[in-house]
């Protein structure tokens, strides 16, 4: 919601990726279908103590004292949408769990655009014929 919100763009974290930089090497988030809350409860329970952020763009920022606002507004926008969500949540319980299915049911067919790759395309490119993606 983040980047539909703030800066145009439908995308996700990938659970598994592989390396542009180390050949052979993948990314692998296992905890991918974790609820956060579910991971905070886990953490407090076992007295853990984590990294607000490892971020590089928030480590940066906030060692110069000039990006410090740009934290601060990346964090509270993190914190408006959590807050939306919630709020979502109280109207319809299932909502984190429609927003996640969402990203894998995509039909591009009813998009008016979508990248594949840097390729951009859009629906008139098939408007007057059957669409491939049908």
């Not at 909502?95 to 591009?108: G, P, Q, R």
Request: proline residues 4%; neutral net charge; aromatic residues 12%.
């Amino acid at each position: 919601l983040m980047g539909m919100f703030y800066s145009g763009q439908y995308e996700a974290m990938m659970p598994k990726l592989k390396s542009k930089n180390f050949e052979g090497m993948e990314l692998i988030r296992p905890l991918y279908y974790v609820r956060e809350e579910n991971i905070i409860k886990w953490a407090n329970y076992n007295d853990l103590k984590f990294l607000k952020c490892a971020c590089r763009f928030t480590e940066e920022a906030e060692k110069d004292p000039e990006n410090d606002r740009s934290v601060t507004e990346s964090i509270s926008k993190r914190k408006r949408v959590r807050e939306l969500i919630a709020a979502l949540k109280k109207e319809n319980p299932y909502i984190e769990d429609n927003i996640f299915a969402a990203m894998s049911n995509v039909t591009l067919n009813k998009l008016p655009g979508y990248k594949i790759g840097k390729e951009k395309h859009s629906f008139l490119e098939y408007y007057d014929s059957d669409s491939p993606l049908d």
